[in-house]
C-alpha cells in the first residue's frame, strides 16, 4: 500500500506505524453513513478539537461531496443557523457531546434527540464515525501533520487500498 507522504512535524507515522494506520483506515472504511452527515460531523469535530489537518481535509471532501460553502461556513454557529435538517442538528449534537466527553458526558436528552432522528444501526454508524474522527484529529494534532497537502478523495482512496 502507497501513502502519499503528507509532512508532519513530529512524527511519520505513515513511515513508522503502518499497521495501526492500516486499521485505523479499515476501520474508516466499515463505517457506514450518509455522506453529508459524515462530512459535517468530521468536520464539526475538527474544529472544535482544533485539528488543522483535518479541517483541511475534510472541508475539501465534503466541497467535492456538493456540499454548499454557506453550510460549512455556518457550521461552528449550527444552533444559531436555519440551514441544517433536525437531523443533522441531531448528528452535530451527538457529535459535540462525545467530542467534549469530559464535560458531561453524553447526556440523556441528546442521545434520545439522535435516536429519533436516527434507527439503531445507524446510530452505531454515527457513534464510530465520531469517534474515529476524534482519535484521527489526536494522531494528527500530536504528530503536527501539516494541513494544505491534502487533495480530495485522499482519504478514501487510502482506505480502499487497505481494504
Known amino acids: 500500500m502507497t501513502i502519499p507522504a503528507i509532512p508532519a512535524g513530529r512524527i511519520q507515522l505513515d513511515q513508522l506505524a503502518m499497521k495501526p494506520l492500516a486499521a485505523m483506515l479499515r ?9 453529508a452527515v459524515r462530512d459535517l460531523i468530521k468536520l464539526r469535530a475538527s474544529q472544535i478539537n482544533g485539528c488543522a489537518t483535518c479541517i483541511d481535509m475534510h472541508w475539501k471532501d465534503a466541497r467535492a461531496d456538493g456540499e ?9 454557529a449550527w444552533r444559531e443557523s436555519p440551514l441544517y435538517s433536525d437531523r443533522e442538528r441531531a448528528a452535530l ?7 467534549l466527553i469530559a464535560e458531561g458526558h453524553v447526556p440523556d436528552a441528546v442521545w434520545e434527540a439522535a435516536g429519533a432522528q436516527f434507527g439503531d444501526e445507524e446510530l452505531a454508524q454515527l457513534v464510530f464515525s465520531i469517534t474515529a474522527i476524534n482519535a484521527w484529529n489526536r494522531l494528527m494534532i500530536t504528530a503536527r ?7 480530495p478523495g ?10
Not at 476501520?27 to 455522506?35: R, V, Y
Not at 449534537?93 to 467530542?99: D, G, K, R, S
Not at 501533520?145 to 487533495?151: A, I, N, S, T
Open 27 to 35: 476501520l474508516e472504511a466499515a463505517i457506514g453513513l450518509d455522506p
Open 68 to 76: 454548499s460553502e454557506e453550510r460549512l461556513y455556518s457550521l461552528d
Open 93 to 99: 449534537e451527538l457529535c459535540e457531546a462525545m467530542t
Open 145 to 151: 501533520v501539516e494541513p494544505g497537502h491534502y487533495q
Open 154 to 163: 485522499m482519504a478514501r482512496e487510502m482506505a480502499a487500498a487497505v481494504r
